[in-house]
């Protein structure tokens, strides 16, 4: 090979490499269902949350019934234990956490795992940013 071709060959490497750390987190789930969160309060702050978590049909016009729903908290560096909480049917489509505990500010992935009634299942994700608490001490002068 010579060495023009192999200059061309590393150039060409290096356009290609960076791409390579861009691909998606593979193919989405076929699961037919639309999902929407809210979360209280917004914008997430460290401690207890409401999560309300809503499922619609593919259309977006029924709500998908008797469905279970467990909710994945993490955090996007290493180290962070997952934060995990089961959802409520409160109303036909409409489950709820009291209480989800985001235990410290920063970026979050809410992964929203459902198994239907006829055993499909599939995950959506959706990032979060979780505030910490204003401090609660006092600006104490000298």
């Given at each position: ?52 978590v809503d499922l619609l ?86």
């Amino acid at each position: 090979m010579t060495r023009h071709a192999r200059g061309r060959r590393a150039l060409v490497l290096l356009l290609i490499l960076p791409l390579l750390g861009c691909r998606g987190g593979g193919a989405p789930d076929d699961l037919p269902v639309e999902v929407a969160i809210q979360v209280a309060p917004t914008p997430p702050v460290v401690g207890p949350a409401l999560v309300m978590v809503d499922l619609l049909d593919a259309e977006g016009d029924d709500p998908v019934e008797g469905a279970r729903v467990r909710l994945e908290g993490t955090m996007t560096h290493a180290g962070m234990v997952p934060v995990h909480a089961h959802a409520e049917e409160r109303e036909p489509g409409h489950y709820r956490v009291e209480e989800f505990e985001f235990t410290m500010g920063g970026d979050w992935i809410l992964r929203v795992h459902i198994e239907l009634k006829d055993g499909a299942e599939g995950v959506r994700e959706f990032d979060l940013q979780v505030v910490s608490p204003p401090s609660s001490r006092g600006d104490a002068g000298p």
